[in-house]
T-cell receptor, first 120, second 110 residues
Framework: GAVVSQHPSWVICKSGTSVKIECRSLDFQATTMFWYRQFPKQSLMLMATSNEGSKATYEQGVEKDKFLINHASLTLSTLTVTSAHPEDSSFYICSLQTSGRADSGQETQYFGPGTRLLVL | AQSVTQPDIHITVSEGASLELRCNYSYGATPYLFWYVQSPGQGLQLLLK??????LVQGIKGFEAEFKRSQSSFNLRKPSVHWSDAAEYFC????????FGAGTTVTVRA
């Protein structure tokens, strides 16, 4: 499977500051990456789909001006939490999707280790 | 829209005992189904996936899952649990994006 890294793994910041999280594909060129948010003891909620070279697609209820996504290359996508507030504290996870023929069933998502954000 | 339900929030099992985690899905056509495991503080690792063909799917770490269309289920099993299997397990269905179940926490007691 593909190897995905995230940086940083942990970040603590003051309320009102912006935080950038990087998601890198180490061995695969990913045209599509996903960003998820996970609250404690809960499932993953898809925030947005990041497409290389184009604007990200956000899920309903996710503020695109709050969570800026940039997918500038086939191996890097970034999520910037702008003007972070305590309610933005969460575990953020990215994933990439390997591609196959549309109906081949070979599309599989591989996940990064996650970034834990704590906003004070 | 597709969805998955994991009826069990928490399961405790003794080391060496068998484990079965339930997953039910709702989807009209043949679903693409996945099981992921998340260890504390870590991202998700793919255990196995079902797209078509043989309904009994073998995965990593000794896990297997069986797709039963008649029951709309994709239950995960392991014959003998190890302490390192303590984690959160998520079932997911793919309909152009992954939809995850709420997860099942597995505790392994010595």
């Amino acid at each position: 499977g593909a190897v995905v890294s995230q940086h940083p793994s942990w970040v603590i910041c003051k309320s009102g500051t912006s935080v950038k999280i990087e998601c890198r594909s180490l061995d695969f060129q990913a045209t599509t990456m996903f960003w998820y948010r996970q609250f404690p003891k809960q499932s993953l909620m898809l925030m947005a789909t990041s497409n290389e070279g184009s604007k990200a697609t956000y899920e309903q209820g996710v503020e695109k001006d709050k969570f800026l996504i940039n997918h500038a290359s086939l191996t890097l996508s970034t999520l910037t939490v702008t003007s972070a507030h305590p309610e933005d504290s969460s575990f953020y996870i990215c994933s990439l999707q390997t591609s196959g023929r549309a109906d081949s069933g070979q599309e599989t998502q591989y996940f990064g280790p996650g970034t834990r954000l704590l906003v004070l | 829209a597709q969805s998955v339900t994991q009826p069990d929030i928490h399961i405790t099992v003794s080391e060496g005992a068998s484990l079965e985690l339930r997953c039910n899905y709702s989807y009209g056509a043949t679903p693409y189904l996945f099981w992921y495991v998340q260890s504390p503080g870590q991202g998700l690792q793919l255990l196995l996936k079902y797209f078509s063909g043989d309904t009994l799917v073998q995965g990593i770490k000794g896990f297997e899952a069986e797709f039963k269309r008649s029951q709309s289920s994709f239950n995960l099993r392991k014959p003998s649990v190890h302490w390192s299997d303590a984690a959160e397990y998520f079932c997911a269905v793919d309909d152009y994006k992954l939809s995850f179940g709420a997860g099942t926490t597995v505790t392994v007691r010595a």
